[in-house]
């Protein structure tokens, strides 16, 4: 894998089709817009992964977020890139055990 490889846990794709699914009950157009900025936010965090913070429950070393309107990204930095862990609200606290990586992919 190359230096800025963006993966997205199984958990992490899910995640975003439930936000897709839920804004597009009220409007399908601002649904789809809204996931590419997500998705966009990721892929800046994947070329600087130091850019995002701490998350405040207290995760390994590695695991960083950066927030876009109000949603998390949570993702854990690796050597080769990113890899997502959790995408949700920001008021929201998150368990480790919501962040743990099954099969992740590129989609």
Do not use: C, N, Q
Not at 59 to 74: D, K, L, P, Q, S
Not at 94 to 105: L, N
């Amino acid at each position: 894998m190359s230096k800025g490889r963006l993966r997205w846990s199984v958990r992490s794709l899910s995640h975003l089709a439930e936000i897709e699914e839920y804004i597009a009950e009220d409007d399908p157009v601002a649904a789809a817009k809204f996931i590419v900025r997500l998705r966009k936010r990721a892929r800046a965090a994947a070329k600087r992964p130091m850019i995002g913070r701490r998350p405040p429950e207290g995760f390994a070393a590695e695991v960083r977020e950066v927030i876009e309107a109000g949603y998390r990204v949570i993702y854990r930095e690796e050597p080769e890139g990113i890899t997502v862990l959790y995408v949700g609200e920001g008021h929201r606290l998150v368990d480790v055990d919501e962040t743990d990586v099954d099969d992740a992919g590129d989609p």
